[in-house]
Structure formats: structure tokens, C-alpha cells
């Protein structure tokens, strides 16, 4: 639904959605912590009444590996700069050091029936 009352034109309206008229705002320290704190308490204060719970879901090693791996594929497929690739790879490489130090070798029984 579009506004009849608003004083913008066509050209202010194409500056709004390409972001060239952002609004900078001149704040101390203190007065974005305590304007992050009050919107906090005023959203806190809504939770209770809603209860709304969040759940995180820790992402496995093994998936990181398998995604970046396919990134890298496309990072390469697509040209892009060989130091952004490096980067990919030195990623990759640390979830692999993690996947594989956090894994668990099997006793030995667990590989015998026991009758």
C-alpha cells in the first residue's frame, strides 16, 4: 500500500533504496549502550510474556568440511582471487584438524559379537 501523504519524490525515493542517503548519527559510547540496554529490557519483558525459547544447533565438523570443500570448488570454478581461496583453505584445513582430533577411535571388543 503506498502512502498518498508523503512529500518524497522519485529521486529521493531511488536514493532511500540504493542506501546513498544514510543517516549518521553522531552518538557518545554511553548512549548507545544505554539505548541497546533499554531495547533489551523492553524485548525481555516481552519474552516473558510469550516465552519464547531459542535453540542452537552446534554444527559438526564434518559438515563444515564438506562445505567448504564445495565452496572451494565454486571459489575456483568462479575465478576469484587466489588469496580468497587461500583463505577457504586455511579454514577447511582447521575444521579438519578439529573433525579428526575429536574423534573417538573404537575399543577393540566393539568390533566382536558377543554371543
Not at 12 to 37: Q, S
Request: proline letters at 1%; zero cysteines; hydrophobic letters at 40%.
Amino acid at each position: 500500500m503506498i502512502d498518498t501523504k508523503n512529500n518524497l519524490n522519485r529521486e529521493e525515493i531511488v536514493e532511500w533504496a540504493l542506501g546513498k542517503n544514510e543517516v549518521i548519527v553522531d552518538l557518545t559510547e554511553e548512549e548507545l549502550i544505554g539505548g541497546a540496554l533499554t531495547s533489551n529490557d523492553a524485548e525481555s519483558n516481552e519474552d516473558l510474556d510469550g516465552d519464547i525459547e531459542i535453540v542452537v544447533t552446534k554444527v559438526k565438523h564434518s559438515d563444515a568440511v564438506k562445505t567448504l570443500t564445495l565452496e572451494i570448488q565454486w571459489a575456483e570454478e568462479n575465478d576469484l582471487p587466489m588469496h580468497e581461496i587461500l583463505l577457504l583453505k586455511n579454514v577447511k584445513e582447521k575444521a579438519t584438524e578439529l573433525a579428526s582430533s575429536k574423534a573417538v577411535q573404537k575399543k577393540i571388543d566393539s568390533f566382536f559379537k558377543t554371543i
